[in-house]
């Protein structure tokens, strides 16, 4: 990645509690996120990982004064965020696993994310205090992968509620728009993840989001649960 090394730095700079400036651009175009850092802070800005302290408009542009916004998030920069900073782009194996996302082949899929997970995360990562947010962290890196077709968010309001991950198609959109609902298994949990996939299926007809996105001429909308506990990923896909 272009300027990798002062991205690192600033990574670095986020978790000792420091802060740092960027411009925030909502027009996140993915192909150059290799190359302008803006849209990795962009990116992290609008998912909630960063907080901005400090605004100003310089040349029509906002710029923030960046700062990590809680224990959790730092935990986060510094187990997950700084390691697929560094190894997550050009990867052949990821490039097949996000076809086989976008073209709804969820075996495929689910296997490959199953290896991704072995190989990249630890088990104290996917079992710490908040592990639903650490393997969200953690997809919306492979995601940034996606390439220009693909506009991505995270954790904005839709229909009733807010969604964890959603993938809309910005030419084609006979293509499908991705609803990705996180859960993590914990507490009641631990020995009946089927009930855990059945609660976020529930959760993501419940709260409208197709319905919304519908309305907005996405009529083709693949619904699915990433559970996780430990390194055990399951993938499912949610029917009307």
Partial sequence: MDGGL??????EKLIAGKAIESVIDRNIVFPDIK??????YS???F???LKCAEKRM???QLICRLTVPNEE????????????LEESFGNRKLTTMLKALVDGN????SRLLNEFVITTLSFFDTKGKNPEAVYQAFVLGLLLNLGQEYEINSNRELGYGRYDILILPKKDRARPAILMEMKSITGFYEEEPEKAIRDAMEQINTRAYAKELDARGFENVLKI????????????EVKD
Wanted: no cysteine; hydrophobic share 45%; net charge positive.
């Fill in 43 to 45: 990116l992290f800005f």
């Fill in 73 to 84: 998030v730092a935990y986060i920069f510094e187990n997950i965020i700084s390691g697929w």
């Fill in 225 to 236: 649960v990433v559970v996780s506990d430990g390194k055990k990923v399951w993938v499912k």
């Fill in 47 to 49: 998912s909630g990982y």
């Fill in 35 to 40: 190359k302008k850092e803006r849209y990795i």
């Fill in 106 to 109: 969820l075996d495929q899929f």
């Fill in 6 to 11: 002062e991205i690192r730095e600033n990574v």
């Fill in 58 to 60: 310089e040349n029509r």
